[in-house]
């Protein structure tokens, strides 16, 4: 079993985590949402090519999955059907012997790294799904666009999130800031100014999925209230994209604390995302808010670059377990 030629090995792919600007659980209900890479954090995947072994047993005991930061190795084979990572090894296999191409690959490992906080909202499990498929893809010689990856990584996020708006294979497979509605083909788009982004980690990990069902059974309960808050949730997404496009960033501010009160009437903030809000308005954050599914996770804040450091500080003394400064261009 030969490695296609002219592939150079080991064969390389990063995808960088993300963050969601506006909209986040209203997106679920179709309204539109905004998201952005944050490239300062990234998930990798390398394919090695292994020994050539001889598998009768098949394809997928020829491969191997090492997800080092979870201290796991095992074969795909024995891998259940809820593993996103071996869906996403599987889903990319798939599409390859779909193209008609019959030479098997030769044994494999799939290693992966990240360095993306794990269940806090910033798409860990999307951007190592993107960095394995865009990595294995290419190394079959199979190269899949931006939206066809972002359509495999939807695949595995449904086994993490149960009914993901597809907001996080969105914008980690293209890489780029996105104007998403459910079920629309998205809008990727550059901001019309750059603008700089603190974002504070909270260190409590809380899986979305929980959160999700947790709002899906309070609008089942009370649809006239939680219909009106996705809606107002809807609004300042459209006004926030119009100040983004039109190089006004500088006036986000107020728009990101409207969506954080929203959020909090939905019931997806807490104590410590609040205190870490309140805090970077304290230190001269512009407006601050949750991002991601809430109830832990990560919050952001919009500052004047000259003062990200100093509303870092602040928000690392009000509990921050970590924080990253990042330009959304
Ligand atoms: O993956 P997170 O925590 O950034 O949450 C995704 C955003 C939600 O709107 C809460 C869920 C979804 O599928 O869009």
Not at 1 to 20: D, E, L, N, R, Y
């Amino acid at each position: 079993m030969a490695v296609p030629a002219g592939v150079p090995s080991p064969w390389q792919a990063s995808a960088s985590g993300k963050v969601i600007l506006f909209g986040e659980h209203a997106v679920v209900y179709g309204q539109p949402a905004l998201a952005v890479p944050v490239a300062q954090v990234q998930a990798t995947a390398t394919i090695t090519p292994q020994a050539a072994a001889s598998t009768p047993e098949g394809l997928e005991t020829a491969i191997w999955i090492e997800a080092s930061d979870l201290q796991r190795r095992y074969r795909l084979s024995d891998a259940g059907p809820n593993d996103p990572l071996a869906a996403a090894v599987r889903l990319t296999l798939a599409k390859y012997k779909s193209s008609g191409r019959t030479a098997p690959p030769a044994s494999l490992a799939v290693r992966v790294s990240s360095t993306i906080p794990i269940s806090s909202g910033m798409g860990s499990g999307a951007a190592v799904c993107t960095a394995t498929i865009r990595a294995l893809s290419s190394f079959l010689g199979l190269p899949l666009a931006d939206a066809e990856i972002s359509a495999l990584v939807y695949e595995t996020e449904k086994l993490l999130h149960g009914t993901p708006s597809g907001i996080d294979n969105t914008v980690i497979a293209f890489g780029r800031p996105v104007y998403f509605v459910r079920g629309q083909a998205p809008l990727p788009f550059q901001a019309g100014a750059p603008f700089t982004l603190v974002i504070g980690d909270t260190g409590i990990s809380k899986p979305t999925r929980l959160v999700v069902g947790d709002v899906r059974e309070a609008y089942q309960r009370d649809p006239a209230l939680y219909s009106a808050l996705f809606d107002a949730i809807g609004q300042v997404v459209r006004r926030a994209y119009a100040l983004i496009e039109s190089g006004k960033p500088e006036e986000l501010g107020p728009l990101m604390n409207e969506n954080h009160v929203l959020l909090q009437e939905i019931g997806v903030s807490c104590k410590e995302l609040d205190t870490l809000v309140t805090s970077a308005l304290q230190a001269g954050a512009l407006g601050a808010k949750l991002s991601g599914g809430g109830r832990g996770g990560n919050m952001i804040a919009l500052v004047l670059p000259s003062q990200a450091a100093h509303v870092a500080a602040a928000l690392q003394a009000s509990g921050a377990k970590r924080t990253i400064v990042t330009e959304v261009k």
